[in-house]
T-cell receptor, first 115, second 110 residues
Framework: GAGVSQSPRYKVAKRGQDVALRCDPISGHVSLFWYQQALGQGPEFLTYFQNEAQLDKSGLPSDRFFAERPEGSVSTLKIQRTQQEDSAVYLC?????????????FGQGTRLTVV | GQQLNQSPQSMFIQEGEDVSMNCTSSSIFNTWLWYKQDPGEGPVLLIALYKAGELTSNGRLTAQFGITRKDSFLNISASIPSDVGIYFCAGHLGTYKYIFGTGTRLKVLA
């Protein structure tokens, strides 16, 4: 497809379980962002990739969160030992240019519920 | 985390009315983006602004990049029921990330 694709759309995890969320950016887009959106809030930045390089991970809330983009296209956000406070929508966005600052297009998100 | 201030927080309007909302920051931004988000969906990009003072339109939508570079405005003319949703502004500082606003929830009464 032409847009950013995320999978799964919904994930229910038991507390303590590890989860992996996938993002397929728009083909050729250099920049890839992960955001976390709590209910009723705006998206909050987690991490940024320029091609395969993770240039900013300042928004990752703890060392249980890990993201990678090994070949500069598909990215995976992994959350280890999930906690209830991790329940949120995880959004991925991509943009054509490096460094951000250009139009960023979002996927539909993955809604994670930790029970 | 840091979020930009959007106002109003929510609004009910009659179909056909014009709508104005704004986004303010204590920081200077280089780029402003405006998004609309429907329930259960990701944000959809509406308008991008790159220069202070820039005025850009997309159909019934018009957005402006404030002269001070600390604010941006979005106007919707002749609102229709499908305009319902949450509108977010996002500013880019020149670092990698976009900072999002708190959102304006728009409800249109037919």
């Amino acid at each position: 497809g032409a847009g950013v694709s995320q999978s799964p759309r919904y994930k229910v995890a038991k507390r303590g379980q590890d989860v992996a969320l996938r993002c397929d950016p728009i083909s050729g887009h250099v920049s890839l962002f992960w955001y976390q959106q709590a209910l009723g809030q705006g998206p909050e930045f987690l991490t940024y990739f320029q091609n395969e390089a993770q240039l900013d991970k300042s928004g990752l809330p703890s060392d249980r969160f890990f993201a990678e983009r090994p070949e500069g296209s598909v990215s995976t956000l992994k959350i280890q030992r999930t906690q209830q406070e991790d329940s949120a929508v995880y959004l991925c966005a991509s943009s054509l240019g490096g460094g951000g600052g250009t139009e960023a297009f979002f996927g539909q998100g993955t809604r994670l519920t930790v029970v | 985390g840091q979020q930009l201030n959007q106002s109003p927080q929510s609004m009910f309007i009659q179909e056909g009315e014009d709508v104005s909302m704004n986004c303010t920051s204590s920081s200077i931004f280089n780029t402003w983006l405006w998004y609309k988000q429907d329930p259960g969906e990701g944000p959809v990009l509406l308008i991008a602004l790159y220069k202070a003072g820039e005025l850009t339109s997309n159909g019934r939508l018009t957005a402006q990049f404030g002269i001070t570079r600390k604010d941006s405005f979005l106007n919707i003319s002749a609102s229709i029921p499908s305009d319902v949703g949450i509108y977010f502004c996002a500013g880019h500082l020149g670092t990698y990330k976009y900072i999002f606003g708190t959102g304006t929830r728009l409800k249109v009464l037919a």
